[in-house]
T-cell receptor
Framework: TQLLEQSPQFLSIQEGENLTVYCNSSSVFSSLQWYRQEPGEGPVLLVT?????EVKKLKRLTFQFGDARKDSSLHITAAQPGDTGLYLCAGVRGGSEKLVFGKGTKLTVNP | AAGVIQSPRHLIKEKRETATLKCYPIPRHDTVYWYQQGPGQDPQFLIS???????DKGSIPDRFSAQQFSDYHSELNMSSLDQGDSALYFCASSSNSGGGTDTQYFGPGTRLTVL
């Protein structure tokens, strides 16, 4: 079973549209990170959230950590073709150091 | 800013051979993590080291071993390779001293192909 359920798995939208990616779990995480990964490359960190209810903005990207620290969302406003890529959520549970990853959302933004 | 360095970037081996992957963490980072990512899969945690001591262990085969050296770089040693070991191997580093948020920064990966 996947500890972090990420949805949708695939998303294809037109330039200018908004989208939201969800990352859900029944477990509590001490922190949660969002990465973007290009094929054959390492995941690149976008943001880390650590406090329940925390909201962080990175230009057109808004990240939210759930109040109970069991879920997170990534919202992209006015998507651009340059946003195309694989978005991964990953969390750290208390008492462990390892990152547990979701399966990823493969986003395609069409011009 | 300096990032995590991994070498080699690509490695091709025959079955039953050995391989050594190297990782140089971000300066002043004290913790190193190794992950394996198969085709179309999410990264899976293998092992981590904090201050040169193994700190956590995941799904690492007994044929693999790793260590962290005094300069904080780490090496992943893989023996008796088989085709199922073909994957991208990532190293990540973080600073876990002084109340850090344990954010992990990933290197570019080593693509291992076992023929």
């Amino acid at each position: 079973t996947q500890l972090l359920e990420q949805s949708p798995q695939f998303l294809s939208i037109q330039e200018g549209e908004n989208l939201t990616v969800y990352c859900n779990s029944s477990s509590v995480f001490s922190s949660l990170q969002w990465y973007r990964q290009e094929p054959g490359e390492g995941p690149v960190l976008l943001v880390t959230v650590v406090t329940g209810g925390e909201v962080k903005k990175l230009k057109r990207l808004t990240f939210q950590f759930g109040d109970a620290r069991k879920d997170s969302s990534l919202h992209i406003t006015a998507a651009q073709p340059g946003d195309t890529g694989l978005y991964l959520c990953a969390g750290v549970r208390g008492g462990s150091e390892k990152l547990v990853f979701g399966k990823g959302t493969k986003l395609t933004v069409n011009p | 800013a300096a990032g995590v360095i991994q070498s080699p970037r690509h490695l091709i081996k025959e079955k039953r051979e050995t391989a050594t992957l190297k990782c140089y963490p971000i300066p002043r980072h004290d913790t190193v993590y190794w992950y394996q990512q198969g085709p179309g899969q999410d990264p899976q945690f293998l092992i981590s080291f904090y201050e040169k001591m193994q700190s956590d262990k995941g799904s690492i085969p007994d044929r693999f071993s790793a260590q962290q050296f005094s300069d904080y770089h780490s090496e992943l040693n893989m023996s008796s390779l088989d085709q199922g070991d073909s994957a991208l191997y990532f190293c990540a580093s973080s600073s876990n001293s002084g109340g850090g948020t344990d954010t992990q920064y990933f290197g570019p990966g080593t693509r291992l192909t076992v023929l």
